[in-house]
């Protein structure tokens, strides 16, 4: 079993739609969790961290559930824009990110 | 200011060669970290550096994949002995300090061995 788990998908949705995609960790241990964005043959930037309490940064929203070891990212009026691949992901010790396979996003006009 | 950067940006080898990837932090950031990563994966970790000391290789898939940062900036990945399965988008990120804060990536070698 990996250690960080996302549905690959692809998620299809029309311009102006809520989405939301879940990501589970294994490792109870894990410190702090963050949600990245790739666009294809892209490298990974920071899209935002995620806080125990919830956090949100426009259309953006995440959430943390230490009991269930789950993390969410919901994006609220996607934009074509929008489409790529989120990566969901852990730190556990150090500096070490362990990344989950990420969700890919596809947003239709 | 710059970026991270990666070179070269794409490498065919044939099975057997050695290859040595290079990346070029962001001026000043102290850890240096290189991912793999396969088509349609996550990065996976490969090998950490705090300044020029390795402190964390538990990544590397095998003793033919070796990292250096000899003076704490530029840092080398070699791949020794190539295999097809060590085809994949190489990755470098920096980040300023120790800790889990962000880490900014390179745009990638993307490793082809046939």
């Known amino acids: 079993r990996k250690e960080v788990e996302q549905d690959p998908g692809p998620f299809n949705v029309p311009e102006g739609a809520t989405v939301a995609f879940n990501c589970t960790y294994s490792n109870s241990a894990s410190q702090s969790f963050f949600w990245y964005r790739q666009d294809c043959r892209k490298e990974p930037k920071l899209l935002m961290s995620?806080?125990?309490s919830g956090n949100e940064d426009g259309r953006f929203t995440a959430q943390l559930n230490r009991a269930s070891q789950y993390i969410s990212l919901l994006i609220r009026d996607s934009k074509l824009s929008d489409s790529a691949t989120y990566l969901c992901?852990?730190?556990?010790?150090?500096?070490?990110?362990?990344f989950g396979g990420g969700t890919r996003l596809m947003v239709k006009p | 200011g710059a970026g991270v950067s990666q070179s070269p940006r794409y490498k065919v080898a044939k099975r057997g060669q050695d290859v040595a990837l290079r990346c070029d932090p962001i001026?000043?950031?102290?850890?240096l970290f290189w991912y793999q990563q396969a088509l349609g994966q996550g990065p996976e970790f490969l090998t950490y550096?705090?300044?020029?000391?390795?402190?964390?290789k538990s990544g590397l898939p095998s003793d033919r994949f070796f990292a250096e940062r000899p003076e704490g900036s530029v840092s080398t990945l070699k791949i020794q002995r190539t295999q097809q399965e060590d085809s994949a988008v190489y990755l470098c990120a920096s980040s300023l300090i120790h800790g889990p804060y962000e880490q900014y990536f390179g745009p990638g070698t993307r490793l082809t061995v046939t």
């Open positions: 001026s000043g950031h102290v850890s």
């Open positions: 550096f705090q300044n020029e000391a390795q402190l964390d």
């Open positions: 992901v852990v730190n556990r010790r150090g500096n070490m990110l362990t």
């Open positions: 995620v806080y125990s």
